[in-house]
T-cell receptor, first 112, second 114 residues
Framework: GNSVTQMEGPVTLSEEAFLTINCTYTATGYPSLFWYVQYPGEGLQLLLKATKADDKGSNKGFEATYRKETTSFHLEKGSVQVSDSAVYFCALLPYGNNRLAFGKGNQVVVIP | DVKVTQSSRYLVKRTGEKVFLECVQDMDHENMFWYRQDPGLGLRLIYFSYDVKMKEKGDIPEGYSVSREKKERFSLILESASTNQTSMYLC?????????????FGPGTRLTVL
């Protein structure tokens, strides 16, 4: 089946630190891959996406590259800010399908 | 910009009550979705609809029903609310056109069932 695995546990880091959140997936065919962000008390917002292998999605200083060989879509940001504190969800959409499969999310806390 | 709105941000209901959660999107999207979000479980799909009056069960449809009488509106119904339905409910919509992949989410309704 289709599934997404995110690293366990919250991530706490200092302002201006480098952020990586790991995401690996299992899917048949060629899914589209997404990162969504949820700020406190709000719904999910699309952060970035990639629709084919080797594509790089980027937005607001965040980047993720669709790696088919390692079935991964890790999220990175070079210098985080306190305003980046949120929950981050990795998700995949199987080709020809409307149903997103989500990872369980990672809480990111950035300390001043 | 796509806008998905939900009728309430916070809702408190009693066990056994019938509860309606409303979702409206303004982008003429064909597909609409209802999820619930619980700590440690992430997002789980309850129901989705790909056209007016059409619906399909998601992963956890038990205890819920849906209604889609107009393209822009998708309602989630709890026929008899129970405490284990206390959760955050998120609505989303997407297009069936060329850019079919991105789902756009509403702000969520935090439902408490006492």
């Amino acid at each position: 089946g289709n599934s997404v695995t995110q690293m366990e546990g919250p991530v706490t880091l200092s302002e201006e630190a480098f952020l990586t959140i790991n995401c690996t997936y299992t899917a048949t065919g060629y899914p589209s891959l997404f990162w969504y962000v949820q700020y406190p008390g709000e719904g999910l917002q699309l952060l970035l996406k990639a629709t084919k292998a080797d594509d790089k999605g980027s937005n607001k200083g965040f980047e993720a590259t669709y790696r088919k060989e390692t079935t991964s879509f890790h999220l990175e940001k070079g210098s985080v800010q306190v305003s980046d504190s949120a929950v981050y969800f990795c998700a995949l959409l199987p080709y020809g399908n409307n149903r997103l499969a989500f990872g369980k999310g990672n809480q990111v806390v950035v300390i001043p | 910009d796509v806008k998905v709105t939900q009728s309430s941000r916070y809702l408190v209901k009693r066990t056994g009550e019938k509860v309606f959660l409303e979702c409206v999107q303004d982008m003429d999207h064909e597909n609409m979705f209802w999820y619930r979000q619980d700590p440690g479980l992430g997002l789980r799909l309850i129901y989705f609809s790909y056209d007016v009056k059409m619906k399909e069960k998601g992963d956890i449809p038990e205890g819920y029903s849906v209604s889609r009488e107009k393209k822009e509106r998708f309602s989630l119904i709890l026929e008899s609310a129970s405490t284990n339905q206390t959760s955050m409910y998120l609505c989303a919509s997407s297009s069936s056109g060329p850019s079919t992949d991105t789902q756009y989410f509403g702000p969520g309704t935090r439902l408490t069932v006492l």
